[in-house]
């Protein structure tokens, strides 16, 4: 790892300036705390208990402030653990973190394989790391041995197919420049790019962008040392062989071969992901979430009308207007995009979800009847869980 460290000591990833804390929150996933009751706590986590986090590979902390900032701003407890080998990156972290006044977070310096020797966590957050090591089954093992019993790890890992061109010029790239300093490297390497043939595989591929947005960007995706992708396949076979089991992938309709195609009966449901990543062609990242697999569970659903249903990213005044006037609107997710296709009953149950109304609260503040109340709330579900945009969670909840 030796070389993987010099890399983010010259260029913390990704690239941030603690100034600009005054203005945005940086929001993704995983580790947003709505993602995590849905997928790991059935989306009713007793939040009157401190959630014990650990952010293993935290880099220049996009997680660990997210994280952080979200629970502080919902009232919630939260004790978290920055692990990273990089202290440039930490030094940053550590800043982001002091502008928003975030001061219940322990920093240390370390490999996320020393991760057992810190305890026991609710939630370990292992965002853009695991594909770095020289054995990743190793760091798997590592963060499971780390989880305590009920808790769970939101992930992203690379994927292969929508990092095509990536890996001929990361190998290309090595081979020229093996033993320059990382100034040189970056440099050089920008050069060589700008006279590549127009028709190489990298710079047809419209979904990769972090070259262009910083000089940390272009050297984490093109001249990182130590950088492999997964399959559908080849992950899940590697969370099975180090005691984890799936709950869950952040936007499953990426992965729903139904969506694309008919489905085979003879297809397991691994396999049929594994075909519908092939037939998607454009996933670059995998990002979800994973539960111990001696205790699986997937996750929350409105099949218990007691769950408290969330948007996230999605204002649900304005798509229940839309869903309202039969229109169908686009939901955008980087280089993502789907369209919803809703009922026009959907509608009233959409504006009446805010953070805190049950499912049975919203129909009967709609008075919308059980049966009429089960099979148009199906369909919300699975259009908008599918792309993400619709959460079970009880953080609101002071009841």
């Given amino acids: 790892m030796t070389t993987v460290k010099a890399q983010y000591e010259a260029y913390p990833y990704p690239e941030r300036d603690p100034a600009d804390e005054t203005r945005r929150l940086v929001i993704g996933s995983p580790s947003h705390p709505l993602e995590i009751d849905h997928f790991l706590f059935d989306g009713c986590r007793d939040w009157s208990q401190p959630l014990r986090v650990l952010v293993a590979g935290g880099g220049t902390g996009d997680g660990l402030i997210q994280i952080a900032a979200l629970m502080k701003q919902a009232g919630r407890a939260c004790e978290v653990t920055y692990l990273d080998l990089s202290t440039a990156s930490r030094q940053v972290a550590e800043a982001r973190a002091a502008a928003r006044g975030l001061d219940a977070i322990t920093f240390l310096t370390g490999s996320l394989l020393d991760a057992p020797d810190l305890g026991e966590f609710d939630y370990i957050d292992c965002c853009g790391v695991l594909h ?31 990092r095509s061109g990536v890996y001929p010029l990361q190998a290309a790239f090595g081979a020229l420049f093996e033993g320059l300093a990382p100034e040189d490297r970056l440099s050089r390497a920008r050069a060589l790019l700008a006279r590549l043939p127009q ?3 990298f710079l047809t591929n419209p979904n990769l962008g972090d070259h262009k947005d910083s000089d940390a960007g272009f050297y984490d995706l093109l ?5 492999r992708a997964f399959t559908v396949t080849e992950l899940l076979e590697v969370m099975q062989a180090t005691g984890w089991a799936l709950s ?20 397991s449901d691994a396999e049929a992901m594994a075909v519908a990543e092939k037939l998607n062609g454009t996933i670059k990242t995998h990002v979800g979430y994973a539960v111990a697999s001696d205790a699986p569970r997937g996750p929350a659903s409105g099949r218990n009308r007691a769950r408290i249903p969330h ?28 369209r919803l296709v809703l009922p026009k009953e959907a509608a009233p149950l959409i504006a009446a979800i805010d953070g805190r109304r049950s499912l049975a609260q919203i129909a009967q503040v709609t008075r919308t009847d059980p049966i009429s109340m089960g099979a148009t709330w199906a369909r919300i579900e699975a259009e908008l869980t599918g792309w993400g945009a619709l959460l079970y969670s009880s953080i609101l909840d002071r009841g």
Avoid at 143 to 162: D, K, T
Avoid at 223 to 227: C, E, F, I, M, T
Avoid at 315 to 327: E, S
């Fill in 132 to 162: 770095h090591l020289p054995d990743p089954s190793a760091g798997f093992a590592a963060l499971r041995a780390a989880l305590s019993p009920g808790g769970g790890m939101g992930f992203m890992v690379y994927a292969p197919y929508g």
């Fill in 199 to 201: 028709g190489h595989p």
């Fill in 223 to 227: 001249l990182h040392s130590q950088d």
């Fill in 248 to 267: 869950g992938f952040t936007m499953p309709a990426l992965y729903d071969l139904a969506r694309l195609t008919e489905r085979p009966d003879h297809l």
């Fill in 311 to 338: 948007l996230k990213g999605v204002d649900p005044r304005a798509l229940a207007q839309a869903v309202a006037q039969g229109k169908h609107p686009q939901l955008g997710f980087g280089s993502v995009t789907a």
